[in-house]
């Protein structure tokens, strides 16, 4: 964002965020930290370690259905551990993931803030986090075991089951709060704290998708939080509000419990929306094409993510009238998702493209969201949905959503802004080779599964016919090239921290919004002076040729 | 929101009243919604067991439900001239207001707790034998009413903690007639667990 | 600007807050009064009713909604917005079984 540069004097002598010295200094110091950039550093920590349970997971899924029949598992234990796989990957990994980490670290930043309006309750939510987090882990080795319901906890047999519901209900209870919190405090800096000549129309794309899921994190959550509540208190009690041995209806749970979970995915999708629009314009050296459109179709994205949550629910005996209604908003819903495809794809044309590692997984990520996207729609229409329901297509529709969409925004957010968090630069020739192993492992394992889907593959079955061998074979061995790639790409990143080239620039992209206004690493309080803002972001000349950079690596 | 009501708000240490309130008020949509989530589960099942939800709350007594309605709007209102009589410079008559407050809250709960008892000593409660012989719609309506009724006393408990907390502060001049946000937000809390009171009381003492 | 006088704004009398309370006591009579009549379907409309104008006396007064910037109004209706529409796409459902 063209702000007045003379405004913005980085002192040179000021310690980075990572070296001030405050209240308490070592672990105490980071533990302790209200700073927003270290509270998601804090998150970063958290998610990654539970990212890679939740691959490891996935592996052994992955693994066990390498043949039919009894591979590595019993069928009990494939279901803890899809459920675990789940419950870790949706409310410990996709869910918080990019607002935690990133939103924590970048919002206050790209609107010209020193830190979120509410910093103590930021790091509190952390705890939150944490304490939800160590409580799934613990269903693992309590007595019981992990729960074995799947991650949707459907009455009844979640009030039946011997295993752990209770814990596991607790654990998305609390990081329900956690997630609720953050929501509420980005509101409130969003409206308080932006810096003077921040009208709403001048701020990042990414701040929009950040305010829009604020909305959704705080409106939707609530509802899982009492749904979860009384599945629990349903166990302990027999109060009978869901049980249907007791009067209850099972199908109202499920009404509830998508309430939240359908707007959940909405939680997960539009941040990394808003990492695509930041990063999009930066390498296509292009102003955004039709920002307001794509501000907009964030906050359209909340609002018609919110009326469409009975799509889940089509065979579990809803009325006529209410599948019609629920399949029309459906298809509604994809209109402003459309509309991000088509603007982004708009700011690339006749742009001086540069494939860096961020480009490349932006790129990625269009294509693979589309791919989620249209199968999603498929699935809104009634009479398909009744043959898909409950299949490896629906497993396939969602990684592609949620790990080709979200995942790789987080990705593409990881190389785009390490340099600027750490001041350290990742080895740009591994970083894309990393891409490309895990762009082919990803496809080799996820398109199997639509196919043998619309064949007739049941999801959640750790056995299944012959005729299914061969995709299930291409599927494993396409989670193992994934994982070489994400070994290749953590290591990369994890090495550049230690001994990466340092960064000094202080845009190395040629980026146009605050955050690259400012040291690498920022410094404690952001800014030395606030900014005064003047100009709507993302100006760039178009077809200008990229300003000539010195190559950091 | 213009830039101008910004301009206050640049420093990291900041004083931001308003803000404090807007975050305030977002969370107590949150609380709004968790109960909105137990009113939708109410009405669904009282569509689908009219009859069956007038009869059980006959068993629920109606002079009771009225009098704690009474206790809690009375104590909205001691909880709300607390704050004018900060603002007014009367410490010590706003630390009246909020122990009355306090003492309305547990008069509530007192009310309550004999409430409860009561239906226990009928074999009323969650899971007891005489409940589950009656029909699904009665299993329904007090499996609502524990729920629901034991959320809000949760609350009114908290809210108990938190005027507590606030009568400390403003004995100890962090609440002060210049810089009273604290017990401001407190009120807007206390004010909700009223307003949620107020739906629940027709809903299941007035249906009969 | 003084900061003391963005952040302590809206001051009234006692006199308001207790003439709502009296209001609300008044509600809370006619609530009970009216339901003790049977008129049928209505019972639960009118008791809804009285309900809401009580509950909209509390956010207006005594939460200060209606002298607080107009940010809280908006934001109000937007929760009010998303617990009602939840409300009737459930019943697009429930009321067609």
Not at chain 1, 39 to 63: E, K, S
Not at chain 2, 52 to 72: D, P
């Amino acid at each position: 964002m063209a702000s007045d540069a003379a405004v913005i004097e980085t002192n040179g002598n000021e310690p980075s965020y990572l070296d001030y010295k405050g209240k308490h200094s070592g672990i105490k110091g980071w533990l302790l930290s209200t700073d927003h950039k270290r509270i998601g550093i804090l998150y970063m920590i958290g998610i990654l370690a539970f990212f890679f349970v939740g691959v490891f997971l996935g592996f052994l899924m992955r693994l066990e259905l390498i043949s039919p029949g009894e591979t590595i598992v019993s069928a009990e234990t494939y279901n803890q551990f899809f459920t675990l796989h789940g419950v870790i990957m949706i409310f410990l990994f996709i869910i918080p993931g990019i607002p935690a980490i990133f939103g924590n670290f970048f919002l206050p930043i790209l609107i010209g803030a020193k830190d979120v309006a509410f910093p103590r309750l930021n790091l509190f939510s952390w705890y939150l986090y944490l304490t939800g987090g160590t409580l799934a882990l613990l269903s693992i080795v309590m007595p019981g075991g992990p729960a074995d319901t799947g991650w949707t906890f459907y009455i009844p047999y979640s009030v039946r089951t011997d295993t752990n519901v209770i814990l596991s209900l607790s654990a998305a209870f609390i990081l329900g709060f956690s997630s609720l919190l953050t929501g509420l405090n980005f509101i409130t800096t969003v409206h308080r704290l932006r810096a003077p000549g921040m009208t709403w129309f001048k701020m990042p794309l990414s701040v929009w998708s950040f305010y829009a899921t604020a909305w959704v994190q705080v409106l939707a959550t609530p509802i899982i939080a009492i749904t979860l509540m009384l599945v629990a208190i349903e166990r302990l009690f027999h109060i009978g509000i869901f049980d249907p041995a007791l009067g209850g209806d099972p199908v109202l749970y499920q009404h509830l419990f998508w309430i939240y979970s359908h707007p959940a995915v909405y939680i997960m999708i539009i941040p990394a929306m808003g990492i695509v629009s930041e990063i999009i314009p930066v390498f296509a050296h292009r102003t955004i094409f039709g920002y307001k459109f794509i501000a907009f179709s964030s906050i359209a994205i909340a609002l018609f993510g919110s009326l469409v949550w009975a799509h889940h629910m089509f065979t579990a005996g809803m009325s006529d009238a209410g599948q019609l209604i629920f399949s029309l908003l459906t298809m509604i819903v994809a209109i402003p998702s459309a509309i991000k495809v088509f603007n982004w794809v708009a700011t690339l044309y006749k742009g001086s493209i540069d494939l860096a590692t961020p480009m490349l997984y932006v790129l990625a990520f269009i294509f693979l969201f589309s791919i989620g996207g249209l199968t999603g729609v498929m699935q809104g229409v009634i009479s398909i949905d009744i043959q898909l329901h409950d299949t490896a297509f629906i497993v396939g529709h969602f990684h592609y959503v949620m790990f080709g969409g979200t995942g790789f925004a987080m990705f593409a957010a990881f190389h785009y802004w390490m340099p600027k968090m750490f001041g350290k630069m990742y080895n740009r020739k591994l970083a894309k080779i990393a891409f490309w192993f895990i762009f082919i492992g990803f496809n080799f394992l996820y398109f199997p599964m639509l196919v043998m889907g619309w064949l007739g593959m049941p999801r959640r079955y750790y056995d299944y016919l012959p005729q299914f061998h061969p995709y299930h074979l291409i599927s494993t061995i396409g989670s193992w090239i994934l994982i070489i790639g994400l070994i290749i790409m953590f290591y990369n990143l994890f090495k550049s921290l230690k001994s990466g080239p340092i960064v000094t620039e202080k845009n190395i992209w040629g980026g146009e919004t605050l955050e690259w206004q400012i040291d690498s690493p920022p410094i404690h309080e952001n800014f030395t002076e606030i900014p005064v803002i003047e100009e709507r972001p993302y100006v760039y000349k178009d077809n200008e040729p990229p300003v000539e950079k010195e190559e950091t690596v | 929101m213009s830039t101008n009501t910004l301009v206050h708000v640049e420093v990291n240490i900041h004083r931001d009243d308003i803000g404090a309130r807007l975050g305030m008020w977002l969370f107590l949509f949150t609380e709004l919604i968790l109960f909105g989530g137990m009113f939708i589960i109410y009405s669904v099942y009282r569509f689908t067991h009219q009859e069956e939800f007038h009869l059980a709350a006959q068993e629920l007594n109606t002079i009771i439900g009225t009098f704690n309605t009474i206790i809690l709007l009375t104590s909205s209102l001691t909880m709300v001239v607390s704050i004018v009589a900060i603002q007014k410079q009367k410490r010590n008559l706003s630390l009246l207001f909020q122990m009355l407050t306090i003492f309305l809250a547990l008069f509530f709960m007192v009310n309550k707790y004999f409430e409860w008892t009561a239906k226990f000593h009928h074999g009323i409660y969650p899971g007891s034998d005489t409940l589950l012989n009656e029909n699904s719609g009665h299993i329904l309506f007090f499996g609502l009413y524990y729920m629901m009724t034991g959320l809000h006393g949760l609350h009114v408990i908290i809210g108990v903690v938190m005027i507590s907390f606030m009568m400390r502060f403003t004995f100890k001049g962090i609440v002060t007639y210049d810089n009273y946000v604290k017990l401001e937000n407190t009120g807007l809390y206390w004010h909700l667990v009223d307003i949620i009171w107020i739906f629940l009381f027709p809903l299941f003492y007035l249906i009969t | 600007m003084d900061k003391q006088d963005i952040n302590t704004e809206h001051s009234h009398g006692y006199g308001i807050y207790v003439l709502v309370w009296l209001g609300l006591l008044a509600l809370t009579g006619l609530t009970v009064a009216v339901a003790g009549i049977n008129i049928g379907g209505f019972t639960i409309v009118t008791a809804l009713l009285i309900a809401s104008v009580k509950a909209y006396l509390v956010l207006a007064i005594f939460m200060h909604l209606r002298s607080e910037s107009k940010i809280f109004t908006v934001f109000a209706l937007v929760a009010a917005f998303f617990l009602i529409i939840s409300f009737i796409l459930l019943f697009s459902d429930y009321s067609f079984q």
